[in-house]
């Protein structure tokens, strides 16, 4: 299961374009978002780079924990 922190992420409209950004990659992997602790976990098959290169795309700075 890929975990990331993504430190600018601040409130939940951040939240919600990581979600989008991850749901894009894979329609059906579960996210798990902790803005207080700015950490993002996505179960899914999918390579965790590909969700990294989506939620870069999205505007953020994800670091694989």
Known sequence: MPVFN???MTCGHCAGVITKAVKEVDAHARVDIQIAEKRVAIESTVAAQRFAEAI????????AV
């Open 56 to 63: 870069e795309e999205a505007g953020y700075t994800p670091v």
């Open 6 to 8: 993504v430190n600018d």
